[in-house]
Structure formats: C-alpha cells, structure tokens
C-alpha cells in the first residue's frame, strides 16, 4: 500500500491508493480554507473510488460543494459538521452517480434563501444511485435535499434516502410555497425520477416548513414509508403534476407513515393542511399510515380535496389499513379517482365527512371503522363528466362524458355516529348550460354495522337526484 499526505491550508489531508481506492481523510485546522479542502477533495481524479472521510469538527464554508466523479462516498464522524454561512450558496450538488453520504450534519445560517432552488443541503442534479443516509439537516433556507433533472432531461433515480432527521428550518414563509424537506421535482417535462426510495426519516418543520416530503414532477415506483412527519404548514407529504405525459407519478406507494399537525397557523387562513394528498398519480398504494390533527385553519372552501388523506385524478389507488384521528374537514377525499378501493381504514375525529367522493365510478368502500365524524359519514357528489370543467381535468378520454356515481359497494363498514350514514346527490339536468344531467346507479350499501344512532337505516341512508336502477340498501344491522 502506498501513502503520500498533502498539506494544504493548515489543513492536513492523507490519502492512500490501495486497490484502485483513493481515500482522503480530512481534518480540522483554524484558519483553514475548508471551501478549497473540500473541493480539492472532491475534485481528485485519481482511482475509480474516492472516499472521504471528515473527522470531527465545525467546517465553515461560504460557498456550495461540487463532485462529479461517480463513486464518490463522504463519511462524516460523529461531530463533523458543515456550517455554511450563506443559505443563498449552500449545500452539495451532486452530478455523477453512485454518491453516498453518511452520517453529516449540515447547517445553514438560519436565514431563507431567495427561492427553494437555492439554500439546499444536497442537490441531486441528475444523479442516480446514490445514498443519503444518517444526516442531520438544520437551519437550510431552500429544500433540504433536492432531486432535480439536468437541463437536457437526465433523471435522479434508484435514490435511498434514509434515516435523515430534519430541523429547524429557514425556509421562506411564503403562503402555500413549495419549500420541502425532501422534494423531488420539479415541474417540467422529459424526465422521469423512477426508483426512489424516501424510508425512516424524522421531519419537524416546526411550523415553518411547507412541505415534509413531495414529489412535484415526473416519477413511477416510487415509495415513501416509515417516515415521520410534523409541524408543516400545507402537505405532510405531496405528489402531484401539472404537465401530465402519459402515466406520470405511476404506481407510488405511501406506506407506514405518521404525520401530525398539518396546516396554517395563528389566523392564517389556507385551503391546504392534508396529511397525504396526491393528485395525477396512477395505481397508488397508501397504505399503513397514521394522521392525525390535520387540515388546521382550513378556509372550508373545498377548492381542493380536504381529506387527511385525498386522491385527486388518481385512478386505482388503493388505501387501507390507514388510521386517521382528528380532522378539520374530511377523513378521505376521492375526486375523479376511478376505480379506487378503500378498505380496513380506521377514521376518527373529523369535523365533517368520513368519506366524501366525488364524480368517481368503480369504487369498493369494506371493512371500515368510523366513529366521531361530524357529518354525514358517506358524502358523495356526482356529475356527468361531459362539463367542460371535468374534461379539461380528465387526461384519459374513457373517463369523458360519462355518468358518474357508478358501481359504488359499500359494505362491512362498522359505523358509530348519531348523524346521517349516507348522502349521495347526482346532479340534475340544466338547460342554461346544455347539460343533460346525471344518472347514478349499481350502488349497495350492505352489511354495514352502525351504532350511537335511533333512527332506522332506511332515514339515515339517502340518494337524491339523478337516481337510476340498482340502489341497494340492506341486510344491514343497527346497534342500539
């Protein structure tokens, strides 16, 4: 093995070249350039692997990080930390693959950047298979990690995120900002961020934060599990794509979860505040997660889904074994989500409906739990998709100019409230606006279990308007 050591700046540096592996170690001097260390570090050509190790100590550095080199993998021992003092010029931008990262605590100087492209901690410019793993992240004004495609459309995919914990942040308060813990974005169209993995991390936005984890952009099989999330001011966690090609945001899943305290503060007014809101995604899976005190200071105007948890445009999710307790407005919300089941989910506390759907067809309501909702615990609202409003909504054309209110089974639900079980109103013909109206039809509402409430079921379950054939309501028990 042979050694040779540099000094540079005060800061001594040794690096070895054993098996095609260049090593660099890393120290802390006064008066040392760390923003030069780093990047020399960074910039060594030599070997096909290059691991850094960073020893103990505060790093100042007044400007961002750049590797390139794939294969590259920073080690931080435990009280190395990267301080950098302008949150207009933070963090590392990562432009290679196969990056790994463990263990770093990156700060910034508490103050927000200009806007959420600059003040990051890490930048995934393009980058594939990389590892960010064990990272403290504090006091950033932008994203904290960013994922974000090169100007001519290369993806950031096949992504581990884990175990990061997220504080203090210094975004800007910008009312309904997109400003993230994790993001992967944003926008755009060409690129795809496939493959990634968000697992295990600690986000308290401390009532600061926008966003705990979102996906703003293109991106299939991606997975967001076990992560926990508190103290955001619009979304726990988003996915959602204005500039839909295709089947974008195709088969996400959303698993074990727990977010908490989702919503505006003060007398901030917002029409935001879901715990789990995912809008043009495909097939989704939600699934295991646990919401709780969401929607806060909701302004009721209904301009979005209010749901803990709510699907828009988001045909085949399936959502189950979901435990919701305490909402300002909904439990689930599901517009023009076709073809969705909602089963095993447990829902508490909610200031109006349990489950409110709207111009779905194709949906499978069972073995639920309801207790303490504060309206009417199934709502529905069904339209003929021909409005022109919906069809400039709806990107698949076998979802245009139909009947909503279709093929509805709700069953082995168990109920316990004193308001009305069941509302579904199907919209009625009008002439000033050449519409021809909607018919509802095919929809049971059986085996279903209700308690806490004296009134038979027949004057507790409800259509109105547009009513077709096969409305059935039976074999359904009443305790009392």
Do not use: C, W
């Amino acid at each position: 093995m042979k050694y040779f050591y540099l000094l540079l700046f005060v800061i001594l540096s040794n690096f070895s070249n054993a098996q095609d592996t260049i090593r660099v170690n890393i120290f802390p001097k006064s008066n040392a350039n760390f923003l030069q260390i780093f990047q020399q570090a960074l910039n060594e050509k030599k070997g096909s692997v290059l691991k850094i190790t960073v020893n103990k100590g505060n790093y100042l550095l007044n400007e961002r990080l750049f590797t390139s080199r794939n294969n590259t993998f920073l080690n931080f021992e435990k009280g190395a930390v990267l301080n950098f003092t302008d949150n207009g010029k933070s963090g590392i931008i990562v432009a290679h693959d196969y990056f790994t990262i463990k263990n770093a605590t990156i700060k910034g100087n508490g103050k927000p950047s200009a806007d959420f492209y600059n003040g990051y901690g890490i930048l995934l410019n393009g980058a594939s298979y990389a590892k960010i793993i064990n990272n403290t992240f504090q006091e950033l004004g932008g994203n904290n990690i960013l994922l974000y495609p090169t100007s001519n459309g290369k993806s950031s995919s096949n992504n581990l995120i884990s175990n990061n914990n997220f504080s203090k942040p210094a975004s800007p308060n910008t009312l309904g900002g997109d400003q993230s813990a994790i993001m992967l974005g944003y926008s755009g169209e060409n690129y795809s961020h496939d493959n990634n993995i968000i697992e295990n991390n600690i986000i308290d936005g401390n009532n600061q934060l926008n966003i705990g984890i979102a996906i703003l952009g293109h991106g299939n099989h991606n997975i967001i599990r076990n992560n926990t999330i508190s103290n955001v001011l619009s979304y726990g966690i988003l996915a959602y794509e204005s500039k839909v090609v295709g089947n974008t945001l195709d088969s996400l899943k959303v698993i074990d979860n727990t977010i908490k305290n989702v919503g505006e503060i003060n007398a901030i007014k917002t029409v935001r505040g879901m715990g789990i809101y995912l809008m043009t995604a495909t097939n989704a899976q939600v699934s295991g997660n646990k919401v709780s005190n969401v929607l806060r200071n909701n302004n009721e105007s209904e301009t979005l889904g209010a749901g803990a948890i709510s699907l828009s445009l988001s045909p085949g999710a399936k959502v189950y074994d979901n435990v919701i307790n305490g909402s300002y407005m909904y439990g689930i919300v599901s517009d023009y989500s076709f073809g969705s089941k909602f089963y095993n989910n447990e829902i508490f506390n909610t200031r109006r409906s349990g489950l409110y759907l709207i111009n779905v067809n194709d949906v499978e309501v069972y073995n639920n739990t309801f207790s303490n909702i504060g309206g009417v615990v199934f709502r529905g609202y069904f339209e003929n998709s021909s409005l022109a409003y919906i069809k400039e909504q709806l990107r698949d054309e076998k979802y245009k100019n139909i009947d909503t209110g279709n093929n509805i089974s709700i069953t082995n639900n168990k109920i316990n409230s004193n308001q009305e079980i069941l509302y579904f109103n199907s919209t009625s013909p009008d002439k000033s606006k050449n519409y021809k109206g909607n018919i509802m039809k095919n929809i049971t509402f059986t085996n279903n279990e209700v308690s806490g409430n004296t009134k038979p079921i027949q004057e507790l379950v409800n259509f109105r308007g547009g009513l077709g054939r096969n409305l059935k309501v039976k074999s359904n028990r009443t305790l009392r």
